[in-house]
């Protein structure tokens, strides 16, 4: 019975009793390791920035204009160097006569005839390049002579919080979780646990998804403005990058914070369900502080934070139902509507809605 006794005031209680200095004195080498850490992370990020910054490129080389017209787009290279992507109008589409294909490569290369040199054009048939064409072809640069420090250091700032990141969380555990009691304790480390993975599962998702797709509309929006598109600052492209991934992964850990409120007790189903209306303007305002601001990236952050929050609260509903195999059934059944809706979504913007009607009815 004592023991018993024993083990549940064990279990109340939280760790070790400090005085509020000692807190400040945990608190300023907490502090101190952090910095540390992400020091030495910048430093190894800053070594190895022309490799860090070649990965940041690679959604780019990822994103697909789409043109207004169906008229044939034609992308000139010169050996590996890229001249130029031109939609040609329908007379010059007729003269040239170059390929059935909208999207067509043609290498420039030098012809000598007799003593005379000049430049010839083929097409190049090479898928690789045919498929090139569909890319979107920005060219990233600087536009000061300290641009180039500046884009070290951003890419050594970002790169050294993902490096230092589990240290500066271990430091910061390490400071929390002596306060906290063992039940406690238990739901933080399963949160732990499923936020690790559900932030590197929004960072992925974010870098190989909507990463390409927020590009290639960002460059429709500016097409459509009638602005050039085909060169950005190399700054405000890696800032405009690393946001989105770090606030994707950031809002990504949406569902482990409510559903641990629910299993402590502190909030239950029918809470979240008045809430809706609320984290939609609290999503809204998140995709706006935790990106670049501007509409685009705000709403394409917001859509899967607020499928995210709605996950959350059919899970809730879950926990909250005596019969549970029936639950599960209506909670397929959901899933089921839902990932049809994203696969219908997915193909209209990737190969336009009257295109997907069509092989729809073949």
Known sequence: ???DQERLDEEQEGGPVKSFLDHL???????IKSAAALAVAMVLCLCGANYVIKVIKWPLSQARVHYPAKNQVVTVNFGDVHLGTYQLNPDQQKALALSTNRFVAIQIAPATVGTNQFFSWRVDTNSAAQEQAERAQIELINLSPAGGFVVAFQTAFYGGMVLAGPFIFYFIASFVFPALKITERKYVFRAIFYGGGLFVGGVVFCYFVLMPVALSASQM???WLGLGAYQWKAEDYISFVCKFMLGMGLGFELPVVILTLVKIGIIDYATLKKARRYMIVINLVLGAVLTTPEVITQVTMFVPLQCLYELSVWV???????????ARRRLIAVLCWIIAIC????LGFQYGYPWAWQHWHR
């Open 1 to 3: 019975m004592a023991d």
């Open 316 to 326: 809730a509903w879950y926990w909250d139902q005596p019969d549970r195999a029936k």
């Open 221 to 223: 929006y500016s097409e």
């Open 343 to 346: 696969v219908a979504l997915w």
């Open 25 to 31: 004195e945990d608190l300023r080498w907490v502090l």
